[in-house]
């Protein structure tokens, strides 16, 4: 009896020693990597369609899990806002427009910003590389005044992907100074984030890297061995001398999947792929002048359209339970990346941070499967054309209603001038049957919960796009003095 007990008390000492590691390891936080496309297509990524193979995004998806049904903004940089933020940017006037070159405006510095929050949950090196959008013109809209450690790559959008200059000086910096770096656009973001990862893994603290891409963003410039890879699509003579825009987009992804390709290897070569969360998606949907990039969805950059909010997305994170090979179908946001990680690395509570709550929502559990539904709505706005032609939508978990249009602020959106659209979304993705007239009661519904969240623009918001233009003249390199 002595001996059984011995050894049956050695026994589960042993498993308890064993176990502690274990028990550890489950709560360690994970290095988080944060790839954003710029301008991709529903239907320009491999696990979507055979058009442009992508097999380091479908990476992505098949070793995590595929998220169907994610959300951004129609433009730039409200869903950069949102990213950063976990908040809905028409809150703090980043809604209606991209920041143009000669806009003088950023993200309130009084918001919270992503790495901010991490900081504190002793994330100690917190990187950007590539496309910022969110505030140029002056220092406290910058990266490195908005809690990010290391910033490599350029602030305005629509760069030359070959001499990196926008309105005519060059756009490329190295934390606050221009740096005098050659290469393509991509190709150099790609192997910045790659070389900040292999520097700062196995460290003492988990690190952030948020690669911000700027492909395939016009204005369409590929390299020479990509457009050959895609030759197939050429328009004209046998030679391939006038290439199309297909041909030119295409090229323009392909580069920026091997980009993404080395990224991953060097989360691979680091030993901690495992300790790694990889969250991919687009910042909208893709342009217009390419007739089939989003279809089957309906719509295009700059809509409302689901073509326009919906986008390719994937998250990758073996250590953190989510198992590879699995779609979520559940309707999820990019402001809900900052409260997910906010909670799972303890940077602070799922609801908010100091006096900012979130809009977003803790999705953790639906990306490990654990839950099957959220409900609440979506919000769409778009306005940089001016207050007379706005595009505004409200998206639940089974109605969509869209109204394109004047501000709606007033509770006026049933004019002459308002177009109105209401779908059955979750039957109806690709909105093809507009049920406004069988169902007035749910469209009035959704158009009071539209006009309240409309109301929320502030009247110091972002201008409309052109204003200001004529008379602008870009900054020597970029640099604020």
């Known amino acids: 009896m002595t001996r059984v007990f011995v050894s049956a ?29 710029d301008d991709l297509g529903w239907a320009d990524v491999g696990f979507h369609s055979d058009r442009i193979p992508t097999p380091h995004l479908d990476r992505i998806a098949r070793e995590g899990v595929e998220l169907d049904h994610f959300y951004v903004f129609p433009m730039c940089s409200p869903t950069r806002a949102g990213l950063m933020t976990g908040r809905y940017p028409i809150r703090f006037g980043m809604a209606r427009a991209v920041i143009p070159p000669w806009r003088h405006f950023g993200l309130d510095p009084g918001e919270v910003m992503l790495p901010e929050a991490l900081a504190k949950a002793g994330y100690r090196h917190r990187g950007v590389f590539g496309k910022w959008h969110l505030g140029h013109n002056d220092a406290k809209w910058h990266p490195n005044s908005q809690g990010f450690t290391h910033f490599h790559g350029h602030y305005n959008g629509a760069i030359d992907y070959f001499d990196l200059t926008r309105e005519g000086e060059r756009d490329w910096h190295l934390n606050e100074k221009a740096s005098g770096e050659q290469g393509y656009s991509t190709d150099l973001i790609a192997g910045a984030a790659s070389r900040f990862i292999a520097q700062n893994a196995k460290g003492a603290a988990p690190y952030l890297c948020y690669v911000p891409f700027n492909a395939p963003h016009s204005p369409f410039q590929a390299l020479e061995k990509y457009l050959k890879k895609f030759a197939h699509l050429a328009e004209g003579n046998a030679s391939g001398k006038k290439r199309n825009l297909r041909q030119k987009v295409a090229a323009m992804v392909s580069c920026m999947d091997d980009g993404i390709g080395q990224i991953l290897r060097a989360i691979d070569d680091s030993g901690e792929a495992d300790d790694t969360l990889v969250w991919f998606f687009s910042d909208n949907g893709g342009v217009s002048a390419i007739a089939d990039n989003n279809l089957p969805l309906r719509g295009n950059k700059l809509d409302v359209w689901e073509g326009g909010v919906r986008v390719p997305a994937a998250v990758r994170w073996a250590s953190g339970g989510i198992r590879g090979g699995g779609k979520v179908s559940v309707p999820l946001s990019c402001i809900d990346v900052m409260p997910t990680l906010a909670k799972l690395t303890a940077a602070g509570s799922s609801a908010g941070l100091g006096n900012k709550p979130f809009d977003g929502r803790d999705v953790l559990e639906l ?8 409900d609440r709505e979506l919000y769409f706005y778009h306005g940089q054309a001016g207050e007379d032609r706005e595009k505004i939508a409200i998206r639940t ?14 509770g006026e959106w049933q004019t002459a001038k308002h177009e109105r659209f209401l779908f059955r979304i979750d039957r109806d993705p690709n909105e093809t ?6 169902h007035p009661e749910v469209a009035a519904q959704l158009a009071r919960k539209l006009v309240a969240h409309r109301k929320l623009q502030p009247p110091d918001g972002v201008g409309v796009y052109n204003a200001g233009r004529k008379k602008f003249k870009a900054p020597t390199d970029w640099v604020v003095k």
């Open 9 to 37: 008390l050695l026994f589960s000492v042993a498993a308890l020693t064993l176990a502690k590691p274990a028990a550890v390891a489950a709560v360690k936080k994970p290095n988080i990597v944060i790839i954003v496309a």
């Open 397 to 410: 978990a089974k109605w969509k209603l869209l109204i394109n249009g004047p501000n709606i602020a007033s």
């Open 367 to 374: 990306l490990q499967a654990k839950r099957r539904r959220l």
């Open 433 to 438: 049957t507009d049920l406004l007239s069988r």
